[in-house]
């Protein structure tokens, strides 16, 4: 069956936005329109392409013309750029009625796992991957001592009230309307949290912007950051080295910061896939940030800095007990049979 370049890359786009391997993608295309369609090493440099957002469409008959973006594409696209984001939040932001959004995480068969929107149920290979990766780390354990040597980080969204665009709002349209009455996304403003931590407490965060994404050229500045920071606060990390834990993120895994992190000679910890229940930031770190945030009112940056120097300014005692604990959740896990943890 003939196989235009256009069509082709709008296949492989398709497998990429599913996170299929691009090997996959290859022999899935390769059975439907025959042998020889589209080789494993091509669609490898498709995915490159995809990834860092280099594919552009060809003799476009309206260039200037913007894509049609669905409601589906963009809470999507919200949830990836934040996964911890409430129900409530996405239908504020996007301005989307809030069942609209319930409809489409269900279609997309995602829940809130860790406070975070994870698939519902695990795949096999998934469920094989935890088992394989916990009982390694376990065995590893055993002979090497490397929990009091990772340092772990990932990232949370925090979100406050933009108390001054209200007033200003209340003033200009109604003096006499109460700043209680129902918000819109333009009152909600949030920054993104970048923390690194290890069983001793922090070592390096920053608050970005919320115009800012993190990139993985950002991410291999803020490493660059955070060796500087290990080297003043945790100079014995450098003698015996760093290890380091954070998920699957795309700019955790993009080529430039493996290499980055190889210049630092710093090791990777394995990591399966879809398991915030074994990422100390997750089920411990943000968990309690995420409580604490629940009792309180933000109404600027400066009282989200604020809260957060406030919240990390904890006893040792509180980092030891989150970081030390994921040896148990390991043998949980095997326990199990790869299933998630429930608490």
């Given at each position: 069956?003939?196989?235009?370049?256009?069509?082709?890359?709008?296949?492989?786009?398709?497998?990429?936005?599913?996170?299929?391997?691009?090997?996959?993608?290859?022999?899935?295309?390769?059975?439907?329109?025959?042998?020889?369609?589209?080789?494993?090493?091509?669609?490898?440099?498709?995915?490159?392409?995809?990834?860092?957002?280099?594919?552009?469409?060809?003799?476009?008959?309206?260039?200037?013309?913007?894509?049609?973006?669905?409601?589906?594409?963009?809470?999507?696209?919200?949830?990836?750029?934040?996964?911890?984001?409430?129900?409530?939040?996405?239908?504020?932001?996007?301005?989307?009625?809030?069942?609209?959004?319930?409809?489409?995480l269900q279609k997309f068969g995602l829940k809130k796992r860790y406070d975070v929107w994870?698939?519902?149920?695990?795949?096999?290979?998934?469920?094989?991957?935890?088992?394989?990766?916990?009982?390694?780390?376990?065995?590893?354990?055993?002979?090497?001592?490397?929990?009091?040597?990772?340092?772990?980080?990932?990232?949370?969204?925090?979100?406050?009230?933009?108390?001054?665009?209200?007033?200003?709002?209340?003033?200009?349209?109604?003096?006499?309307?109460?700043?209680?009455?129902?918000?819109?996304?333009?009152?909600?403003?949030k920054v993104l949290l970048c923390v690194w931590w290890d069983y001793m407490g922090i070592i390096h965060y920053e608050l970005l912007p919320p115009d800012q994404k993190l990139t993985a050229d950002l991410f291999s500045e803020q490493l660059d950051r955070l060796k500087e920071a290990i080297d003043l606060k945790r100079p014995e990390l450098a003698q015996y080295g760093v290890v380091l834990l954070y998920d699957n993120a795309r700019p955790h895994i993009n080529l430039n910061t493996r290499l980055k992190i190889v210049d630092l000679g710093w090791e990777v910890l394995l990591h399966p896939p879809n398991s915030p229940d074994l990422s100390p930031c997750d089920y411990y770190l943000f968990k309690s940030l995420q409580n604490s945030l629940n009792h309180v009112k933000l109404t600027s940056k400066e009282d989200v800095e604020n809260h957060i120097v406030k919240f990390f300014n904890k006893p040792q005692d509180f980092y030891t007990n989150g970081m030390m604990g994921l040896s148990s959740k390991w043998s949980e896990v095997i326990e199990q049979n790869g299933a998630y943890l429930t608490g």
């Open positions: 069956m003939d196989m235009n370049k256009k069509k082709l890359r709008y296949i492989l786009q398709y497998h990429y936005d599913r996170k299929d391997r691009a090997e996959k993608a290859a022999e899935k295309i390769c059975e439907t329109y025959g042998y020889k369609t589209i080789s494993k090493v091509d669609a490898k440099k498709w995915y490159q392409q995809f990834a860092y957002g280099k594919v552009k469409e060809e003799n476009e008959e309206q260039p200037s013309e913007e894509p049609i973006v669905t409601d589906s594409d963009r809470i999507k696209e919200f949830i990836e750029s934040d996964r911890h984001a409430s129900l409530s939040l996405i239908a504020k932001s996007l301005k989307i009625d809030q069942s609209t959004v319930q409809g489409c994870l698939p519902e149920e695990l795949t096999q290979k998934n469920l094989l991957d935890r088992i394989n990766v916990c009982d390694w780390l376990l065995k590893r354990c055993q002979y090497d001592l490397f929990l009091q040597r990772m340092v772990t980080g990932d990232v949370k969204f925090i979100t406050y009230e933009n108390v001054n665009r209200k007033r200003s709002l209340s003033k200009r349209e109604n003096p006499n309307q109460s700043l209680g009455n129902s918000s819109s996304s333009d009152d909600f403003q």
